[in-house]
């Protein structure tokens, strides 16, 4: 869920200097083997591929004149950050991308290299690497369609790194999504001491608060580093029925897309309406899922 950083490329940085966080490497490692119970400690990450498998899947439909049936993404290599036990990895898959799930925990490189050899489609098209971002980027300049950074942000020691990061190994025009928390009042109250505390939704100690990310900081941050900021939606969870929501507000949860530079001035109009149409569709994937 973290990485680590060199950035030879651009600038010198030493590489002692990280944006892996060893404090949130310990805590994943502990829980590596509980990735794929879905009712365990990532059941609300399980039910989020509701709204974000089509969230992803929509939006890149919307920017492509190509569109192959039953395998909407093949042909697009896929750079999933922080990919945990495969979550996200796997549905991606087996909707055709390439998908490339590195992770700076052995041990959930190790869960997910099993979960997917069950499945002989997803153990050609996934490959996975115990790696931070930043140890890839040199081997990766420009390599990548897409980058998923989900639930990753709000871990990572240095964001702008990490951002700096994405936009080296992804393509002129490549899109990056993003899900995170907000930092706000409620995303304290609900986010850490109900979600954690009170009803044990995650485990106790997953998140600090002041590493949540609001969506303007994360803007800012991604404009200034190349990026143009397609679309923030906020996200609700309901711990009753387990399932995830597209709502209005972005106080708690939120998804945002981004395009690295590059991108031809028209395809601004033309994302346009696609894009409420691709959440309309979205919507109700995630709320129908």
């Known amino acids: 869920q973290l990485s680590l950083f060199r950035f030879t490329v651009k600038r010198p940085f030493s590489t002692s200097h990280s944006s892996v966080d060893s404090k949130e490497m310990k805590k994943f490692q502990l829980l590596a083997h509980k990735w794929w119970d879905e009712e365990g400690e990532y059941a609300a990450l399980h039910s989020m591929n509701d709204i974000r498998v089509p969230f992803i899947r929509d939006t890149l439909l919307s920017m492509s004149s190509n569109y192959h049936l039953g395998n909407p993404l093949s042909g697009i290599k896929i750079l ?9 990895s796997e549905p991606l898959g087996r909707l055709g ?3 490339t799930g590195i992770d700076p925990v052995e041990d959930n490189i190790r869960t997910a290299d099993r979960h997917k ?23 990766s300049m420009e390599t990548f369609d897409v980058i998923v950074a989900s ?5 990572v020691a240095d964001l702008e790194m990490f951002i700096k990061c ?8 490549g899109s990056l999504f993003i899900t ?10 609900l986010g850490i001491v109900v979600a954690e505390k009170i009803m044990g939704i995650v485990p106790e100690g997953t998140h600090e608060w002041e590493k949540f990310v609001p969506p303007e900081e994360l803007e800012r941050l991604l404009e200034s580093n190349g990026f143009s900021v397609r679309s923030v939606k906020g996200m609700l969870y309901n711990p009753l029925s387990g399932s995830w929501s597209w709502v209005q507000s972005t106080s708690l949860n939120y998804a945002l897309h981004a395009v690295r530079a590059g991108a031809p ?10 894009e409420t149409d691709v959440q309309q569709r979205s919507a109700t994937a995630g709320t129908a899922g």
């Open 117 to 139: 050899s069950f499945d002989l489609v997803l153990a050609e098209r996934i490959q996975y690497k115990s790696s931070s971002l930043e140890e890839i980027v040199e081997e």
């Open 80 to 88: 999933d950050v922080g990919c945990g036990g495969g979550l996200l």
């Open 180 to 189: 995170t928390i907000n930092k706000t009042q409620l995303s304290y109250v």
């Open 151 to 155: 639930e990753v942000v709000e871990h």
């Open 265 to 274: 001035a028209q395809s601004h109009a033309t994302d346009t309406l696609p």
């Open 166 to 173: 994405c936009s080296q190994v992804l393509k002129p025009e």
């Open 97 to 99: 991308a390439s998908v």
